[in-house]
Nanobody, 123 residues
Framework: QVQLVESGGGLVQAGGSLRLSCTTS????????MGWFRQAPGEERMFVAS????????YYADSVKGRFTIWRDNSKNTVFLQMTSLKPEDTAVYYC????????????????WGQGPQVTVSS
């Protein structure tokens, strides 16, 4: 059974940092794209970042570019999201996702999802 287990969510003050991790099991995803989405209350789930295998290309939403960093450790079947200079508007449930078919920016393109821990950034 494929499982994606996330950790690292919580409460942080504006300007602070937080690191999310997502560990997969059930199969290897070393050849698959991995990424992160987020969903704020009353809003749609939106693309945050993704990272490919092989040469490792990374992609970021404009709203997080320069503040968030995505990386992966294939030996541990884990993808990370390092969030710095956090803003209140970053408050959301963050979902990791694996194996995209089609546009990485579209939620429907991704085949597997984590449970989505809450990240709350206070003023």
């Amino acid at each position: 059974q494929v499982q994606l287990v996330e950790s690292g969510g919580g409460l942080v003050q504006a300007g602070g940092s937080l690191r999310l991790s997502c560990t997969t099991s059930g199969r290897t995803f070393s050849r698959d794209t991995m990424g992160w989405f987020r969903q704020a209350p009353g809003e749609e789930r939106m693309f945050v970042a993704s990272i490919t295998s092989g040469r490792i290309w990374t992609y970021y939403a404009d709203s997080v570019k320069g503040r968030f960093t995505i990386w992966r450790d294939n030996s541990k079947n884990t993808v990370f999201l390092q969030m710095t200079s956090l803003k209140p508007e970053d408050t959301a449930v963050y979902y990791c996702a694996v194996e995209a078919a089609g546009s990485i920016y579209a939620m429907a393109s991704w085949h597997y999802w984590g449970q989505g821990p809450q990240v709350t950034v206070s003023s």
